[in-house]
């Protein structure tokens, strides 16, 4: 028999749930709110039939783009030949995350606001700009002693000792 | 002698074991509601959907209102069957009257927390008809859905004698008529009568009447804190009224005055120290040995 190429083929192991997570699924994935262009992960809940993205979308993170009254719509990538298209895929609240993809350059972006004011009010001119990590800085090395190594003429008997 | 089965979990069953929700455990959750009564539609974003949870012990009724998030329940109004004193009820705090006195409270004090108490009077004389508040024409009426928790939802339950109560408030909360007290499977529908009859505790004064006709002693022992009280089966309709007027009067919440003990009371024997575990097997020891020495003693003579 073929092999077939359903909807959900090849997904014995993706959409099953993890170990000692069976069962009904804990409240915060109900609770959470999303709004349109927040940052998702799509993670598919293989509890919950309804609503489920095809397996290529698991895994992938994308911008939230409409919201219905119990699903997402959720805007990612797909490159399809030679391009990248942008799919738009509704998804049941149960198979989305939100993502932490944009956290750190949130974070990041309140901190350097507040070192922006804090070096206006002394008068300074900062760059906030990331820098990349440059070469190790030189350094001596301490506590080096020598030893010299030379080869042994090869002694053909005793190599040989252990079987061959 | 039957066999002795060793009755043994294996590490391998404990390590496999996935155990259920906490709350389940305790057997105080149905998770199967409860996702659906707090499910919020997401394009409702962070309107709060509130449940109007009602739930029975043995000496109390709790009705709140609470809205859930991702930091737990947050409860907006309760109110209790043992505040039902302050407004003139001492006795049969758990019993379908009370019920419907603590679901009209609770309405009551959310619509006065809410501003609405003015706009949504509900409906102010108990009849046991089917009431559903209309909504006036700018502000739309407090909504909550019932929670009944664990509870078998039969025909009659105190539950809905809660539910009534805050219907009348002037809750909106949808429901059917199927499950007031009352309710006709024959006829399908309610018998408002009935329903009303133990909305004022109707049903607790036949019996008292009964029991006191004929069965003196028993009427004494049950109804005892009555008679101590000295509350009649005819008084029961009109003490109902009174303490349905004085809770519409005023149903706010008072701060009780009472300062939480110092020490707490232990509901379970303190655990042994090693010393005291060890000097108490040495007395037990002591105390078989004397005794086996005293029936040998029996024996040889």
Known sequence: MPAGHGLRSRTRDLFARPFRKKGYIPLTTYLRTYKIGDYVDVKVNGAVHKGMPHKFYHGRTGRVWNVTKRAIGVEINKQVNGRIIRKRIHVRVEHVQPSRCTEEFRLRKAKNDQLKVDAKARGEVISTKRQPVGPKPGFMVEGATLETVTPIPYDVVNDLKGGY | ?301
């Open chain 2, 1 to 301: 002698m039957g066999g002795f089965v060793k009755t043994q979990k294996t590490s391998a069953y404990s390590k496999r074991f996935q155990v259920k929700f906490k709350r389940r455990r305790a057997g105080k959750t149905d998770y199967r509601a409860r996702i659906r009564l707090i499910n919020q539609d997401k394009n409702k974003y962070n309107t709060p959907k509130y449940r109007f949870v009602v739930r029975f012990t043995n000496k109390d009724i709790t009705a709140q209102i609470i809205s859930a998030s991702i930091a737990g329940d947050m409860v907006l109004a309760s109110a209790y069957s043992h505040e039902l004193p302050r407004y003139g009820l001492e006795v049969g705090l758990t019993n379908y009257a009370a019920a419907y006195c603590t679901g009209l409270l609770l309405a009551r004090r959310v619509l006065k927390i809410r501003g609405l108490d003015q706009e949504y009077e509900g409906n102010v004389e108990a009849t046991g008809e089917d009431f559903s508040v209309e909504p006036a024409d700018e502000r739309r009426p407090f909504r909550a859905l019932l929670d009944v928790g664990l509870v078998r939802t039969t025909t009659g339950n105190r539950v809905f004698g809660a539910l009534k109560g805050a219907l009348d408030g002037g809750l909106d909360i949808p429901h059917s008529e199927k499950r007031f007290a009352g309710f006709k499977k024959d006829d399908k529908q309610l018998d408002a009568d009935i329903h009303r009859k133990y909305i004022y505790g109707a049903h607790v004064a036949d019996y008292m009447k009964n029991l006191a006709e004929e069965e003196p002693e028993k009427y004494q022992s049950h109804f005892s804190e009555y008679i101590k009280k000295g509350i009649e089966a005819e008084d029961m309709e009109a003490l109902y009224k009174k303490v349905h007027a004085a809770i519409r009067a005023d149903p706010s919440v008072v701060k009780s005055t009472k300062q939480p003990p110092k020490e707490h009371k232990r509901y379970n024997p303190k655990k042994l120290t090693y010393e005291q575990r060890k000097a108490s097997l040495v007395e037990r020891l002591n105390q078989l040995n004397s005794g086996a020495a005293d029936d040998d003693d029996e024996d040889d003579e």
